[in-house]
């Protein structure tokens, strides 16, 4: 496509659940990052995958996020056994290794979770 | 990574020229300054970035001095659409490439 699709975008959950964020990174992309923004804050860096390298994960808040990429593909964000504090929006960005050097990534809408 | 200071809000009105500026005291040689734009309900958006001096584009100017401790974003001329939050990043542009954001300066446009 010709941005960053995200899905769902909103998820409604309760609180113990498990939940899977869907990123669809622009083709071609090689870096891909999540972050988190809850409400009225800045956006929390998660983590990064640069192609085939092992993933920077330096940001993820607890063992209960864990998330994937295959190549340079979709990536899936899982969090396990949701709690109230999780509720944000998950943003999804990507960007090839010319527009890093110029800075620019390309952001989805985001997939909003709430945990009831 | 060096830490920014950006002023938490701003106002401002229809047709004003518009001036925010970011700290970055402990910036180093290899830092670059980015500025993203974000809109309610959607993810951010690259305005600009620069290493010295004086960058414009389209959207907007950023300077930076030669210390390059701060550098400031300036909209010519903003409207109501402008009301945004702007956010000051600082990069290393290592083989890493982790772009970390602040919290970023909520601009009001007003009418």
């Known amino acids: 496509g010709a941005g960053v699709s995200q899905s769902p975008s909103n998820k409604v959950t309760e609180k113990g659940k498990d939940v899977e964020l869907r990123c669809d990174p622009i083709?071609?992309?090689?870096?891909l990052y999540w972050y988190r923004q809850r409400l009225g804050q800045g956006l929390e860096f998660l983590i990064y995958f640069q192609g085939n390298s092992a993933p920077d994960k330096s940001g993820l808040p607890s063992d209960r996020f864990s998330a994937e990429r295959t190549g340079e593909s979709v990536s899936t964000l899982t969090i396990q056994r949701t709690q109230q504090e999780d509720s944000a929006v998950y943003l999804c960005?990507?960007?090839?290794?010319?527009?890093?050097?110029?800075?620019?990534?390309?952001f989805g809408e985001g997939s909003r979770l709430t945990v009831l | 990574l060096a830490k920014t200071t950006q002023p938490i809000s701003m106002d401002s009105y229809e047709g004003q020229e518009v001036n925010i500026t970011c700290s970055h005291n402990?910036?180093?040689?290899?830092?670059?300054i980015t500025w993203y734009q974000q809109f309610p309900s959607q993810g951010p958006r690259f305005i600009i970035q620069?290493?010295?001096t004086k960058v414009t584009n389209e959207v907007a100017s950023l300077f930076i001095p030669a210390d390059r401790k701060s550098s400031t974003l300036s909209l010519p001329r903003v409207s109501l659409s402008d009301t945004a939050v702007y956010y000051c990043l600082v990069d290393m542009m290592d083989s890493s490439y982790k772009l970390i954001f602040g919290s970023g300066t909520r601009l009001l446009v007003r009418p």
């Open positions: 620069g290493y010295k």
């Open positions: 083709s071609g992309h090689t870096a």
């Open positions: 402990n910036i180093a040689t290899n830092d670059y």
């Open positions: 960005a990507s960007s090839s290794y010319r527009d890093m050097n110029t800075g620019e990534l390309f």
